[in-house]
């Protein structure tokens, strides 16, 4: 089945890549533009994967021919939501001297990261870089001499409104399933959720005829009659200033001829809120024995006593990196961590244990040592194709590369060259290495997510089990990775914000704003936010703002919405981000505090899945902006959680009653008519009868 996959939605100036699925690389493909709005001039690349520009709002309509017949690609294009805008940087926030510095380069998202890309313009006393921002907040790094350990980092924002959201739902009534769309507006834009329009898309991989569709502004109604196993996908876009996510839903006839009706956006039910812990592998053994699968699988009873969900395994497969993202062999397990027997016996001890596990899929690149890029570098013609270019200029490694463009990489990572899919054989090779191991494991953490293209995420998506989890690195993050592609995001917002109230940077209360900018970005409710306060990226959280905001911090993730992360080590007071595990010498009451807290949201539901609502203490004592209140509730159960960042105590009183026994200590925080509250306490609420 060569079909490109469903409906694309896209902007003026983005452009899409657009490619025949489950390739044979031997064959011939061919697109064709059918039809397009008639001001548009727009032309079509040869090749069988090509990067489709569109130059004008409307519809336009591709086919792709291929050896098993044509096939029809629907692309959407909306209005460019992007400004140009100026960012400045001044050049005495420098560390270096005027004088040292030769040139300046300026990353970000907008420009995937690529250290040499854009140079910004050089005025009397700053740097200027113009680019094309969309609506909120960015950050754009200048780099002099295009030294990224001498980075200034500069926020802009970029005025405009967030983005709508959609829902779809779906019921059988009588001889007709019909199809709801719920739209919701952004706080902040002109529309209510009764003026968006929403924008209805029958799937081109199965065609129904139009009379049997019956459609109004928020409704469709298919005739059962019309379905069959072949399953019919229905897809629909909010549109106000901006438009959505695109939401779909699935029907088709059972073998016993019920329907069958799915959301495929919707996670796994066991990924709706499960509590993750991430291993960086080689580390987790201790500080003498060597980590192998082995030694891993000998400590899961640890992990069962954490009460953990869903383990994250750091690479796993051949690589000559003590962190292994640097892969030389896509199909093997890494030497040192043992066979793929012995990784397969730690899943089942893990599924023995009631904990999913999920690896690192690190497919946006290889390692520079893996046959394929040195054959590519030795100029053998079959693999003429298997990476990306990029101009000379760009190169600020000093590496002779051969021939007038440089291997394309991201940052400074020389070592590790970007795949290039444009090429059906790496398409290919990769597709294999998701059968390889979607068998094996339970979801893939997606390293680099954001450096491989949305068509190739949305095909892996349809190919891997039905149970599977997908979990994506993009940062910034990104809601389109929502769209029939991954479940769960990380939530770099949540992390920069407690990181900055954890440094006394911003209130507290900013966790609020924080959890609404998920909301405005446009991701959909069903979407699954990773909520870490470290990772195998990132300082040690007890390292930049002490044991006391840390403990505030976890509890924080915790009472949350989505699924909270634990990364080795965070439970022992580590400090040393990719260390050996500290067993022997580790902090036995964080430690504790942790599996308290752990325990809390598995017996009590409404921590992690109930309605949340911000109320307001009065602070007697301590520091009223590191303290923050919330309400966790649902049908049988409501919960209050107050955190504190700061050092020293809080006292605090509620404007809800309370039952003062502390859930987390098992003890009594009363302070004479006040709450005592050293870093988190969770209390249950009276009831108001």
Request: a negative charge.
């Amino acid at each position: 089945m060569h079909h490109p996959g469903p409906p694309r939605f896209t902007t003026v100036g983005r452009s899409i890549e657009l490619a025949p699925r489950d390739p044979d690389p031997t064959a011939t493909y061919r697109w064709r533009l059918e039809s397009a709005p008639s001001n548009s001039t727009v032309a079509l690349e040869d090749g069988p994967v090509i990067h489709f520009s569109p130059d004008t709002t409307g519809t336009y309509l591709l086919t792709l021919a291929g050896p098993n017949g044509t096939h029809t690609q629907t692309v959407r294009v909306f209005e460019d939501d992007r400004q140009l805008t100026t960012v400045h940087c001044d050049t005495d926030e420098f560390q270096l001297p005027a004088t040292d510095i030769d040139s300046v380069s300026a990353i970000g998202a907008f420009n995937d990261h690529f250290v040499g890309a854009d140079r910004p313009a050089r005025t009397e006393d700053a740097y200027v870089l113009e680019c094309m921002l969309a609506p909120g907040e960015h950050t754009v790094s200048f780099c002099p001499n295009d030294d990224l350990s001498q980075q200034v980092r500069k926020t802009v924002t970029v005025p405009g409104p967030g983005r709508p959201r959609i829902s779809l739902s779906g019921a059988v009534t009588g001889d007709s399933i019909t199809v709801t769309a719920t739209p919701t507006a952004p706080y902040d834009s002109k529309h209510d959720d009764e003026s968006l329009s929403v924008e209805w898309f029958s799937d081109d991989r199965k065609t129904v005829a139009a009379d049997i569709l019956k459609q109004t502004s928020r409704t469709v109604e298919i005739k059962t009659a019309e379905l069959s196993s072949e399953p019919f996908r229905l897809h629909a876009v909010a549109v106000g200033e901006r438009h959505s996510v695109a939401d779909t839903i699935v029907i088709s006839v059972t073998d016993s001829g019920a329907i069958d009706i799915d959301r495929p956006n919707e996670p796994p039910t066991w990924a709706r809120s499960p509590t993750v812990y991430e291993i960086f592998v080689r580390s987790f053994a201790g500080e003498t024995l060597q980590t192998t699968f082995r030694e891993i699988e000998r400590r899961v009873a640890y992990l069962e006593s954490l009460n953990i969900d869903m383990l994250w395994l750091t690479p796993v497969l051949e690589s000559p990196t003590r962190h292994g993202y640097h892969i030389t062999d896509f199909f093997t397990t890494a030497s040192d961590l043992g066979t793929r027997a012995a990784f397969e016996s730690l899943v089942d001890r893990c599924h023995d244990a009631g904990i999913k596990v999920v690896f690192d899929l690190v497919i946006n690149h290889s390692s520079r040592d893996h046959p394929a890029f040195q054959l590519y570098s030795a100029g053998v013609d079959s693999y003429s194709d298997y990476y990306r270019r990029m101009p000379a200029a760009w190169d600020t490694t000093g590496v002779s590369w051969a021939g007038e463009d440089s291997p394309e990489f991201y940052f400074t990572w020389q070592r590790i060259p970007n795949l290039n899919y444009d090429s059906l054989a790496v398409r290919q090779w990769m597709l294999d290495v998701v059968d390889e191991w979607a068998t094996v494991v339970d979801g893939f953490r997606c390293d680099v997510a954001w450096g491989v293209s949305h068509g190739f995420w949305k095909e892996v998506r349809d190919r891997v089990p039905d149970n599977f989890l997908l979990l994506d690195e993009t940062i910034p993050r990104d809601p389109f990775y929502h769209e029939n592609e991954f479940h769960m995001h990380y939530d770099t917002t949540l992390y920069d914000t407690l990181l900055a109230v954890g440094s006394r940077e911003r209130p507290a209360t900013a966790i609020f704003d924080a959890l609404a900018n998920s909301r405005w970005q446009g991701f959909p409710d069903d979407s699954v936010h990773l909520r870490y306060v470290e990772n195998h990226d990132e300082d040690r959280y007890i390292a930049e703002c002490g044991e006391q905001a840390l403990r505030a911090a976890v509890g924080t993730i915790f009472t949350l919405p989505g699924a909270p992360m634990i990364y080795y080590g965070q439970e022992r007071g580590m400090t040393a981000y990719r260390g050996p595990m500290k067993w022997h010498d580790g902090d036995a009451e964080l430690t504790q505090f942790h599996r308290r807290l752990t325990t809390l949201r598995s017996d009590h539901p409404a921590l992690a899945s109930g309605e949340l609502t911000q109320i307001s203490p009065t602070v007697h004592s301590g520091e009223p902006a590191a303290v923050i209140a919330y309400t966790r509730s649902d049908e049988t159960e409501s919960y209050v959680v107050v955190c504190n960042f700061a050092t020293d105590t809080a006292t605090v009183t509620l404007p809800v009653a309370v039952d003062t026994t502390d859930l987390v200590a098992e003890t009594a925080v009363e302070d004479g008519d006040a709450i005592a509250v050293d870093d988190i306490v969770i209390l249950e609420q009276a009831s108001s009868n």
